[in-house]
C-alpha cells in the first residue's frame, strides 16, 4: 500500500511502498477513506524541536481520519468488518489511576496515532478496538467523519465554560479557532469576535459566524488588539478562547478578560510565556482552563450532536481535498497560508 512516511529522523517524508499492517490481537484494520492534515502534522513535517524529541522515524503520519474496518484481530467481533468509523486518536493505557478513574484524557502514558505510531496518511492503517468511534455514513460523509477529532478539540475548548449568552473572544483562526466561532454561535453565545493575523483566515472567521473580526498583524505590543477587543465587547469580554498559542495573543487574553471571567487556554505556545500574574490574573479574579485533546468519549457524543444536527457545518472550511500522491502540495499550500483544512483520500487516485 501507498503511505506518506517520514523515513528519517529529519524535516520532511516521502511516499513510499509498504506491507499493508498486521492487525494485532485487539486491532482492527481500517482501509482509510479521508484523512485531514493538522497543524500537529506540519511539526512533524518540519521537524521543530517537540516533533524531533517525540517522534521516532521510520513512522506513517496522520491521525486525523475516516473509513471502514476491512479486518479484526483476534480478540475483536468480526461483525464490525464494514462499519464506518473515525477514531479517537490518543490511546490511553487503561491501567493508570487516571485511566481507572473514568478521566483518560489525562493518562499520563497516552500514545498518539501517527506521532507514537503508525498513522492514516496511508491506505489503510490498524488501530486498537477501543480508539474506534461509530459513525453513521447517512449523516456524516467521509470528509466531515475525518474531521471529529479536530473538531472535538474545539468542543472541549470552548465549551468548557458555558458559553450562552456570553461574550467571547475566539484569539486565532486555525482551523481549531474556526471551529470554535461555529461551536460558540451553535452553543447560544451572544457575540463571538474573533482576531488572527491572516486575512483569509478572518474571511472565514466571519463565514462561520464571527461578529466581528479584527487583525493585530502590525501590532507587536498588543495594544491595538486590546483596544479593538475592548471596543468590540463594551469592555465586557466574559471568556477568552485562546486558540494561536502565539505568546503575544496569549498575554492579550489575560488583559483582554473581564473581571471574573474565563481564559480557557489550547493554544500550545512554542516556549514559555511571561505572564503578570499579579495585575492580569489574580486582581482580575479569572479562572483559566487549560485544555488538551477530547474527553474520552464525552466530547464525541458532543462533536456528534453539533455535526449530525446541522448546528454546525464544517464545509466551508473544507479548502482542499487530494489523492495521498499529492499530499506534499498540501502541505506546500498549508506552510503558506493558502488552505484551512485539505482532506486526503488516500484509496482514491
Ligand atoms: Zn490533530
Ligand atoms: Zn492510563
Redesign the pocket.
Known amino acids: 500500500m501507498k503511505a506518506l512516511r517520514k523515513i528519517q529522523n529529519a524535516p520532511g517524508a516521502e511516499l513510499v511502498t509498504i506491507p499493508i499492517p498486521r492487525v494485532a490481537s485487539d486491532d482492527v484494520l481500517i482501509k482509510v477513506e479521508a484523512a ?1 492534515i ?4 506540519l511539526h512533524i513535517m518540519e521537524w521543530d524541536s517537540w516533533s524531533s524529541n517525540r517522534v521516532k522515524a521510520p513512522i506513517t503520519l496522520g ?2 481520519m475516516a473509513g471502514t474496518v476491512v479486518a479484526t484481530g483476534t480478540n475483536i467481533d468480526p461483525t464490525l468488518i464494514g462499519e464506518f468509523v473515525s477514531c479517537e ?1 490518543h490511546i490511553t493505557c487503561g491501567s493508570c489511576s487516571q485511566c481507572e478513574s473514568q478521566t483518560p484524557h489525562m493518562c499520563p502514558n497516552t500514545e498518539i496515532i ?1 506521532v507514537d505510531r503508525d498513522g492514516c496518511f496511508a491506505e489503510y492503517i490498524s488501530v486498537p478496538e477501543k480508539v474506534l468511534w461509530h459513525t453513521n455514513r447517512s449523516k456524516l460523509n467521509p470528509k466531515i467523519a475525518a474531521l471529529q ?2 473538531f472535538g ?1 474545539a468542543v472541549r475548548a470552548s465549551l468548557a465554560h458555558n458559553p450562552r449568552g456570553k461574550t467571547v473572544a475566539v484569539l486565532g483562526c486555525g482551523p481549531i479557532g474556526l471551529f470554535s466561532i461555529a461551536i460558540l454561535k451553535a452553543a447560544g453565545a451572544s457575540k463571538v469576535i474573533a482576531t488572527d493575523t491572516n486575512e483569509y483566515r478572518l474571511s472565514l472567521a466571519s463565514e462561520m459566524g464571527a461578529d466581528s473580526v479584527f487583525n493585530p498583524a502590525s501590532d507587536a505590543n498588543c495594544g491595538n488588539t486590546l483596544e479593538w477587543l475592548h471596543k468590540a465587547s463594551k469592555h465586557n469580554i466574559d471568556i477568552v478562547v485562546e486558540m494561536s498559542g502565539a505568546p503575544v495573543s496569549i498575554k492579550t487574553a489575560f488583559k483582554a478578560v473581564r473581571q471574573g471571567g474565563y481564559v480557557n487556554l489550547f493554544g500550545i505556545p512554542p516556549r514559555p510565556v511571561e505572564i503578570d500574574i499579579a495585575d492580569d490574573l489574580i486582581f482580575k479574579n479569572i479562572t483559566i482552563l487549560a485544555l488538551n485533546g477530547r474527553e474520552i468519549f464525552d466530547t464525541w457524543h458532543k462533536t456528534r450532536e453539533l455535526l449530525e444536527s446541522g448546528l454546525v457545518d464544517l464545509n466551508p472550511l473544507i479548502s482542499h481535498t487530494l489523492p495521498l500522491d499529492r499530499a506534499m502540495e498540501a502541505f506546500d499550500l498549508l506552510k503558506n497560508g493558502k488552505a484551512c483544512k485539505i482532506l486526503i483520500e488516500p484509496n482514491n487516485s
Open positions: 485531514s493538522c497543524g500537529t502534522d491521525h486525523e486518536s501517527g477529532e479536530a478539540g
